[in-house]
C-alpha cells in the first residue's frame, strides 16, 4: 500500500493518478472539501487526515510500505502555513510514518532547499530532508527545478492566450532548467518501482534551460502570432500581480539554474518534456477547457 499526501494537489494529482494506472494499491490523504472523488472511482482508498493531527496521521500510515508526499502550504491559507504545514506538519507525518512501520518514504522537495536558507519554505524543506535522512527509513528526495505548469502560466500562458500583452520582471534572459510535472511524477513511479535505488537525492531539471523570452517565443510560435511584450525592473510592482510573485520573479534574474541532466532521465525511464512539447499541450488542453477554467488559474 502506498500513502500519497497531497494527492488533491497538481503535482500529487498526477503521481496517484500514475501509481494507480501501474497496477499499486494507493491509499489518499484527505481533507473535508476537498475534490478526490475521480481518484476513488480511479481505485484509490481515500483516508482522512491533516499534517497537522498527528492522530490522523498514524491512522493514515497503519498498513502503508510506502509514503509519498508533495503536500506544502504554498497554494494554501488560513491556518496552513510554513510553519505549520512544511516545518511541524512533514515532522508529524515522518515521526507517524516511523511509528506505524512504514518502510519508505519519498519526499518532494525543491531545488536550493536547505535548512540554513533565508527563506522560511526553503528552510522548512531542508529541515525535513534532514529529518527524514535520520528517521531510520529507506528515503529518497526529490529536488525539481521551476515547474513548467506553473509560473509560466501565469506570467507568459493566460496573458499570451487572452490576447493580452506579457509583463516580465526584468529582462527575462536569465535561463533556468525548467522541469514538467508530468516527467517529476514519472520519476517518483520510478523510485517507487525500484526500492534498491532508495537513499538518492534526485534534482531533476528539463532537457534544456530556457529563458522568459524563450517561453514567450514558444507560445508565439505555437499560436502562431507575435505576443508583445513589456518589462518592469525588478523591486516595481506590477499591475494585477501580487507582491510575493513579483518579488519572486525578480529573484530569479538574479541568477541561472542551469541542471545537466546526464544520463538520469535514461536510467529512470522518463522521457524529457521539451518547453516546445509542453507548450502545445498546454494550448490544445486550453482550447478544449471551459472559459471559467481561466477564472480560476
Not at 226 to 233: A, C, F, G, K, S
Request: hydrophobic letters at 45%; proline letters at 6%.
Amino acid at each position: 500500500m502506498i500513502l500519497v499526501v497531497g494527492a488533491t494537489g497538481q503535482l500529487g494529482g498526477l503521481i496517484a493518478q500514475a501509481l494507480i494506472e501501474r497496477g499499486f494499491q494507493v491509499r489518499i490523504l484527505v481533507r473535508e472539501g476537498s475534490a478526490y472523488e475521480a481518484f476513488v472511482r480511479a481505485g484509490a482508498e481515500p483516508v482522512a487526515g491533516d499534517l497537522k493531527d498527528p492522530g490522523s496521521l498514524l491512522a493514515a500510515c497503519a498498513g502503508v510500505d510506502t509514503v509519498v508526499t508533495t503536500a506544502n502550504s504554498s497554494a494554501r491559507g488560513g491556518t496552513d502555513t510554513v510553519e505549520s504545514v512544511d516545518r511541524l506538519g512533514n515532522r508529524n507525518l515522518i515521526e507517524a510514518a516511523g511509528n506505524a512501520g512504514v518502510r519508505r518514504f519519498v519526499f518532494l522537495s525543491n531545488l536550493g532547499a536547505s535548512p540554513g536558507n533565508a527563506n522560511p519554505f526553503m528552510a522548512a524543506k531542508g529541515e525535513t530532508e534532514q529529518l527524514l535522512r535520520n528517521s531510520g527509513m529507506s528515503w529518497t528526495i526529490i529536488q525539481p527545478n521551476l515547474f513548467m505548469d506553473k509560473l509560466p502560466v501565469i506570467v507568459v500562458g493566460l496573458p499570451a492566450l487572452a490576447g493580452q500583452s506579457v509583463t516580465l520582471v526584468g529582462e527575462g534572459r536569465r535561463v533556468h532548467s525548467l522541469v514538467a510535472m508530468h516527467d517529476v511524477a514519472q520519476y517518483v513511479v520510478a523510485v517507487v518501482e525500484h526500492p534498491e535505488r532508495d537513499g538518492r537525492l534526485l534534482v531533476l531539471g528539463g532537457p534544456e534551460p530556457v529563458s522568459w523570452r524563450d517561453v514567450v517565443a514558444a507560445f508565439e510560435l505555437e499560436l502562431g502570432r507575435p505576443i508583445p511584450v513589456q518589462t518592469v525592473p525588478p523591486g516595481q510592482p506590477v499591475s494585477g500581480m501580487p507582491d510575493l510573485l513579483t518579488g519572486f520573479l525578480a529573484l530569479l534574474e538574479t541568477y541561472d539554474s542551469r541542471l545537466d541532466m546526464g544520463d538520469l532521465p535514461a536510467s529512470y525511464g522518463v522521457e524529457p518534456t521539451t518547453l516546445r512539447t509542453w507548450v502545445h499541450h498546454f494550448v490544445l488542453e486550453s482550447s478544449a477547457a471551459p472559459a471559467s477554467a481561466f477564472d480560476k488559474a
